[in-house]
């Protein structure tokens, strides 16, 4: 499978599959952010992505202002 080329409708399909759903939220404004992805995430809230799972799995606020929550 090394070195295969997926068509755009296929890679469409591997990127809907992998991604998960979610949803930010600022305690501090009280603003909710719908993102797509982690990885959408990650960019609109400048964190990395590893740090967005974290919190994500734990539940925990993020410097005492974030909550991120998947939801698919």
Same mark, same amino acid.
């Given at each position: 499978?090394? &070195?295969?080329?997926?068509?755009?409708?296929? #890679?469409? #399909? /591997?990127?809907?599959?992998?991604? @998960?759903? +979610?949803?930010?939220?600022? @305690? *501090? /404004?009280?603003?909710?952010i719908t993102y797509t992805s &982690?990885? *959408?995430?990650?960019?609109?809230? &400048?964190? +990395?992505?590893? $740090?967005?799972?974290?919190?994500?799995?734990s539940q925990k606020l993020y410097?005492?202002?974030? *909550?991120?929550?998947? $939801? &698919?």
């Amino acid at each position: 499978m090394r &070195g295969r080329k997926h068509s755009e409708e296929t #890679k469409t #399909k /591997i990127c809907a599959a992998n991604s @998960k759903e +979610g949803r930010g939220f600022d @305690k *501090q /404004i009280n603003e909710t952010i719908t993102y797509t992805s &982690g990885v *959408q995430a990650a960019e609109v809230l &400048g964190w +990395g992505e590893t $740090t967005i799972r974290r919190y994500i799995n734990s539940q925990k606020l993020y410097k005492a202002r974030y *909550q991120v929550r998947s $939801t &698919g």
